[in-house]
């Protein structure tokens, strides 16, 4: 793997810009908007995470998959596309090529095993 020199800071600033323009966005900000009380606390937890999975700190210690399936009647292809829009736009924005692109690929897989397990939970009662 290419070292792509992505930083914590980074990846603070990144998470930060990005969920602001979630919250505001006319499909996503309504969702995130109703299920998330703090904020705060909750952009906190998504730099672990973002840190967990591309510097491999061990920050995050949380079970995406579980909270995304307390929401499960939001969790549309349409959602997931338009989330994966607003972060690569981000992404671009933010930082270097080959930053935004590693980035980009992870949230792309990450997107996927998530609109998978939740489809496979619906169908299983």
């Known amino acids: 793997m290419v ?8 990846l603070r600033q990144v998470v930060h810009a990005f969920y602001a323009k979630v919250r505001a966005d006319s499909e996503l900000g309504p969702v995130f908007n109703g299920a998330i009380g703090d904020w705060f606390g909750h952009l906190e937890k998504l730099c672990a995470f973002w840190s967990s999975v591309m510097l491999t700190t061990g920050r995050y210690k949380g079970q995406p ?3 995304h399936l307390r929401h499960p009647e939001a969790m549309t292809t349409s959602a997931f596309a338009r989330w994966l829009r607003l972060w690569d736009e981000t992404t671009d924005a933010m930082l270097a090529p080959e930053q935004a692109s590693a980035l980009q690929d992870k949230a792309a897989r ?15 009662p």
Do not use: H, N, P
């Not at 996927?112 to 299983?124: D, E, H, T, V």
């Open 110 to 124: 990450i997107a996927k095993s998530l609109a998978f397990g939740i489809r496979f939970q619906r169908r299983w």
């Open 65 to 67: 998959m579980a909270e």
């Open 3 to 10: 070292d792509i020199d992505l930083q914590e800071d980074d």
